[in-house]
């Protein structure tokens, strides 16, 4: 069924946006090959979807070739039978994704453990997978080594049981040091591939501290109580203080040759199995302390 805010969009568009995955051409070669239907009928691809429409889409579109296994410098924190603490690095995709099929986190991992060291439950393509880091976010994950500790520690995440806290650089000065965001989250009608408070979305929390601040920046420290997509990134934009270097949402022209955002995900705390906290720490990575320091946000 088609929401009305995305009534007359092109179907390969929507399907495109809906699932960043697969390459809007691949999606237009299912459209032509007639395995992907409009209420139950042949369609082109530049066919704009009204409301009440529905949707019918071969399995095939969302099949995943195999996923070999890569050595990687995984920066393991901590491990044990039923989980491991990995300290993630800079553009590292988590997880196979259209025709992205090497060079990601899961590569790695399958390298280091085997596809049987690892749960499955996510996903023939997400071995291991409880949760994600956006691409070029930093630090702290947990991956699950069996189905067992992946259904526990996914139960964390869904009932909120999972502290995260991250390291974020950000433009601007804040009149209020400390606050909590709490509104909803929901794709952006006007680009899709984005996230955008919205009160058709879920709801999103987190809560901030300034660190420090200079003239123009400040070092934040960011408490997630939701883990909505982009959700950091779109709760600062919210407040007039996009992170530095994002080019999804920060749109703010400096002088740094820099192309990604400045956000490390620094704590990550849980009750385990056994009903013992267990806490993890990660310092922030090089190009993060680099800009640190040059604008005198460091120690």
Request: hydrophobic fraction near 35%; proline fraction near 4%; aromatic fraction near 10%.
């Amino acid at each position: 069924m088609i929401l009305e805010a995305f009534e007359n969009i092109r179907i390969d568009k929507y399907i495109s946006d809906e699932f960043e995955e697969i390459p809007r051409e691949k999606i237009k070669t299912f459209i032509k090959d007639k395995k992907i239907k409009v209420n139950n009928k042949d369609i082109k691809p530049s066919y704009k979807l009204e409301i009440g429409d529905e949707l019918e889409i071969s399995d095939e579109l969302f099949e995943v070739p195999e996923i070999k296994p890569e050595p990687m410098d995984l920066k393991i924190i901590y491990e044990n039978d039923d989980f491991a603490i990995i300290d993630k690095d800079e553009n590292v995709i988590v997880h196979p994704a259209g025709s992205i099929i090497t060079g990601t986190l899961v590569n790695g991992l399958l390298y280091k453990y085997g596809y049987q060291g690892l749960s499955h439950m996510g996903g023939d393509d997400r071995p291991g997978i409880v949760h994600r880091l956006d691409k070029d976010t930093t630090g702290l994950m947990v991956i699950a080594k069996n189905n067992e500790s992946y259904k526990y520690l996914k139960t964390l995440f869904e009932t909120r049981k999972v502290d995260k806290e991250y390291l974020a650089i950000v433009h601007g000065n804040f009149e209020q040091k400390t606050g909590r965001i709490e509104n909803f989250m929901d794709r952006d009608p006007n680009n899709r591939r984005k996230m955008a408070v919205s009160p058709s979305g879920r709801v999103a929390i987190s809560e901030y501290e300034v660190l420090k601040e200079v003239a123009g920046y400040s070092l934040v420290k960011i408490h997630i109580i939701t883990g909505r997509t982009h959700q950091i990134r779109v709760h600062m934009t919210h407040l007039n203080h996009p992170l530095v270097g994002d080019p999804v949402y920060g749109n703010v022209k400096t002088n740094f040759n820099l192309d990604h955002q400045l956000l490390h995900c620094t704590y990550l705390g849980f009750t385990d199995k056994d009903g013992q906290y267990v806490s993890f720490n990660a310092q922030p990575h090089e190009t993060f302390l680099k800009y640190q320091n040059v604008l005198g946000l460091g120690e």
